[in-house]
């Protein structure tokens, strides 16, 4: 980004503060100059200038015709050392947590609104519940139970050999097997929480700025959640925490939307309230696993009564601690309206130590000595799962429900789905998950079982269960399903490219059209259009991922067989059709497994591919977590705060103006930032935004947060925004902010891209199509940034002897 631009000559002192997007970008970049310093913030996050620049508060005469630049660089938030690539384990819990965010507006219906969130907790809580099963299903079932307890199997596998059944020996009893098994996925729940807690305590502890009219939540308050968190002239909050009986003057004056009340990028105490929860659900799952195998074989032969009611015992008890957890889950949402800074310590250290200690006392109940036990077939993983895929079906389709009727209260044309965007986005993170723990059982059951097929009964008798072999091979449907909606799309823009040849030609006003040239532009607006096609492609793969899960959970539990088997004897291209799919399937789910492991492999190693996956954590963990704890932390709880304590703090020192200039992703956390703003600091603020998605992405998928209402109020209570954006921009797009009043739209005219079409003395070589980058190369920018600096009220007189020390310089330089 180049500072040297031409800027007002009038007005004072000014800042230009440059927020990045997505995929990151180094302060030398942004800055234009080699020799960058940081003035404040750390290694993770923080505000650079130039080195030229460090100075510039003490020496405002030599910035009269120009801003200050200085860049906010938060890529190593998402994308920062090796253990990120540990993240890609969490990525349906993070789409779970997309869900979330994404309801209709009601601003009447409290009921509705609590309604949604707890449906989406509860799916969140299943997909851990998945994850968990997943692993007890590899080290169990097929690992302990099966392997070990076939002599073959065993026999071809000498790290296996001590609990082989064959042996003899004082591990070959299943139960000991079992409980030595446990230890796997008791370790993947405790690296989930550990992950979980390190990164609460990196980002959740982030306050943000308090010198506010509304002082912090510290002691105990009322309790549930409220209706919309659209504005404070609603009800409440979803999860609001307002104490009954505060005095109406203690209460906020000002109408605030959703993303800038007070507590709302701070969900510390709801993290960890689930954390807790889904810790425990883990710890529970072990449980059930490891108890319910011998329990059943000590009520099936009844040689021992206290064994047996030890059983039933340790099966009473995890119901009951899996009430609590579902109370837990159930019982609030978030607190917004105020810094909620309680935490619930009893309730977040109980909960899982009391889980975990019901799961070591399984352990010795499993290796009672029970002699004549032998371990045959398979553990009821199919009951598990199968009963997982219910639930999360009929949970998504409740969510459908709720979702409508919200929308029908204040229906939005441009709202994705018309409404169901969370539940559609639900869906996908439960085939998510599906698809990562059907992919690790069918993967590790084709180790163990060498040639043969699982299920098939042509060699081995290792095999994962039924139903994930009926998953697997709906794969290959799905994805001959989706063939029509991808020959529509492309046939759309090619015919859409055509129909713009003329239009480019038009915006050039050339005289001599170039083919070839009009052809590249019109193909690059066409291309850029299919990003308005995602919210019914959507639509169709949760559609379509909802009706196969459904029918193969029916054709696991009807036929009992995998589909090779159970379609034996129908027609011969019935047959094949059925063989072909789940040969295609276990490949495609195996596949699909390795490569998602040596992706995480690279990830760890190498950092470009790491800053590739951030762009993934970029877009899909800006919102906080409110469904699931053990998704990839919110960057926005660190980055809002940041951008609003400088914004603040330089203003209030300076007396200066200010536009904070934001760009892609960077333009939503400026958006965020310029919410949370005291009404006497927006007023000295300008804001810039580019390439943004803040209506065409977040207003269509997140229409309580950022739909129509909220952008006309931020238009209003910012002292004035221009949007920046091309029709070759797939991301990128107009707010549709209109007019009001003496304020202008936001919307700038649209931007040329390239910004010649030929040859030109001032462009004597073609100018690039530059889409979604580079939107300070066009002029456009410099002029708009000015005018809106020219806008803003001149400078106040400086209080002397505050903007040095508001610098917080580290002294450190990047150049």
């Known amino acids: 980004m180049s500072p040297a631009t031409p800027s007002p000559k009038n007005g004072g002192a000014a800042l230009e503060l440059l927020v990045h997007g997505v995929g990151g970008a180094t302060p030398q970049d942004m800055l234009d100059d080699p020799r960058t310093v940081r003035v404040t913030g750390d290694a993770t996050a923080a505000m650079y200038r130039r080195c030229d620049d460090l100075d510039a508060e003490d020496h405002p005469e030599r910035y009269a015709e120009r801003p200050v630049p200085e860049a906010y660089c938060w890529s190593n938030l998402t994308s920062g050392n090796g253990a990120r690539a540990l993240w890609l384990l969490l990525l349906p819990f993070m789409v779970a947590n997309l869900a979330h965010w994404m309801r209709p507006p009601a601003p009447d219906r409290p009921g509705l609104v609590r309604l949604y969130g707890v449906l989406v907790r509860l799916v969140a809580l299943t997909l851990t519940v998945l994850l968990t099963a997943a692993a007890c299903e590899v080290a169990l079932d097929l690992t302990a139970w099966q392997c070990a307890g076939d002599a073959a199997c065993a026999q071809d596998r000498s790290w296996l050999g001590f609990l082989s059944a064959e042996r003899g020996g004082w591990w070959s009893q299943p139960g000991r097997r079992l409980a030595l098994a446990a230890v796997v996925p008791t370790a993947l729940v405790g690296l989930l929480w550990y992950l979980s807690n390190r990164t609460w305590s990196a980002y959740e502890a982030q306050r943000p700025p308090t010198a506010y009219d509304d002082p912090p939540l510290e002691e105990p308050a009322g309790r549930g959640e409220s209706a919309d968190p659209a504005t404070d002239a609603d009800p409440g909050a979803e999860g609001d925490d307002e104490p009954a009986g505060t005095p109406e003057a203690a209460l906020p004056t000002e109408l605030r939307p959703a993303l800038g009340r007070r507590g709302f990028w701070y969900g510390r105490r709801l993290v960890a309230r689930l954390r807790a929860a889904h810790t425990a659900a883990g710890f529970l799952t072990v449980t059930a696993a490891l108890t319910g195998a011998a329990a059943r074989h000590d009520r099936a032969t009844a040689p021992d009564a206290l064994r047996t009611d030890v059983g039933w015992g340790l099966q009473a008890a995890v119901v009951v601690l899996a009430a609590v957890v579902l109370w837990v889950v159930c019982r609030r949402g978030r607190s917004e309206r105020r810094l909620d800074l309680r935490l619930e310590r009893v309730l977040v250290s109980w909960l899982p130590c009391s889980s975990l200690l019901l799961l070591a006392l399984a352990v010795p109940h499993a290796c009672w000595s029970r002699p004549e036990w032998r371990s045959a077939g398979t553990l009821p993983g199919d009951t598990t799962f199968g009963a997982l895929t219910l639930v999360q079906g009929g949970l998504v389709v409740a969510l459908g429900a709720v979702a409508l009727l919200l929308h029908r209260r204040r229906p939005e044309p441009r709202t994705a789905l018309h409404g169901l965007g969370g539940p559609a986005v639900a869906m996908l993170a439960c085939a998510l998950g599906g698809v990562m723990s059907g992919g690790v059982a069918q993967r590790v059951a084709d180790w163990l079982d060498g040639s043969a097929t699982p299920g098939m009964g042509d060699g081995s008798p290792i095999g994962p269960p039924v139903l994930l072999s009926w998953q697997a091979s709906v794969i290959p449907v799905l994805l001959v399903m989706l063939l029509a909606p991808a020959v529509v799309l492309a046939v759309r823009t090619a015919r859409a490219a055509r129909r713009l040849g003329p239009l480019v030609e038009a915006a050039y006003a050339t005289d001599t059209p170039d083919p070839v040239r009009t052809g590249r532009i019109a193909a690059t607006r066409a291309r850029a259009g299919l990003t308005d096609f995602a919210p019914p492609l959507v639509g169709i793969v949760s559609g379509a991922t909802l009706f196969l899960g459904a029918a193969s959970v029916a054709g696991a539990w009807v036929g009992g067989a995998v589909p090779g088997r159970a379609f034996e004897g129908a027609h011969p291209a019935i047959a094949s059709a059925a063989d072909t799919a789940q040969s295609l399937g276990s490949w495609m789910i195996g596949f699909g497994f390795i490569l998602f492991v040596t992706w995480g492999r690279r990830a760890y190693k190498d950092a470009s591919a790491r800053r590739t996956i951030g762009i993934l954590w970029d877009v899909g963990t800006f919102w906080p977590r409110a469904a699931h704890p053990f998704a990839p932390p919110c960057y926005a709880e660190r980055a809002v705060p940041d951008l609003?304590?400088?914004?603040?703090?330089?203003?209030?020192?300076?007396?200066?103006?200010?536009?904070?200039?934001?760009?892609?992703?960077?333009?939503?956390?400026?958006?965020?930032?310029?919410?949370?703003?005291?009404?006497?600091?927006?007023?000295?603020?300008?804001?810039?935004?580019?390439?943004?998605?803040?209506?065409?992405?977040?207003?269509?998928?997140?229409?309580?947060?950022?739909?129509?209402?909220?952008?006309?109020?931020?238009?209003?209570?910012?002292?004035?925004?221009?949007?920046?954006?091309?029709?070759?921009?797939?991301?990128?797009?107009?707010?549709?902010?209109?007019?009001?009043?003496?304020?202008?739209?936001?919307?700038?005219?649209?931007?040329?891209?390239?910004?010649?079409?030929?040859?030109?003395?001032?462009?004597?070589?073609?100018?690039?199509?530059?889409?979604?980058?580079?939107?300070?190369?066009?002029p456009v920018f410099a002029a708009e940034r000015a005018a809106l600096l020219d806008r803003l009220p001149p400078a106040l007189p400086r209080q002397r002897g505050t903007a040095r020390s508001d610098q917080g310089s580290s002294g450190r330089s990047s150049g």
């Open 644 to 778: 609003t304590w400088r914004m603040s703090s330089w203003t209030r020192h300076t007396g200066g103006r200010l536009v904070i200039s934001g760009h892609s992703q960077g333009s939503v956390l400026a958006a965020a930032a310029v919410w949370q703003l005291p009404p006497a600091t927006r007023r000295r603020v300008a804001l810039l935004t580019y390439g943004s998605p803040l209506e065409r992405l977040y207003g269509r998928w997140f229409p309580a947060y950022f739909g129509p209402g909220p952008l006309r109020g931020l238009h209003r209570t910012v002292h004035c925004w221009s949007n920046l954006h091309r029709a070759t921009d797939p991301i990128g797009g107009p707010v549709r902010v209109p007019a009001e009043g003496d304020r202008p739209a936001v919307d700038r005219p649209v931007l040329l891209d390239p910004v010649e079409y030929g040859r030109t003395p001032a462009h004597p070589l073609p100018e690039p199509i530059l889409g979604h980058s580079d939107y300070q190369a066009d």
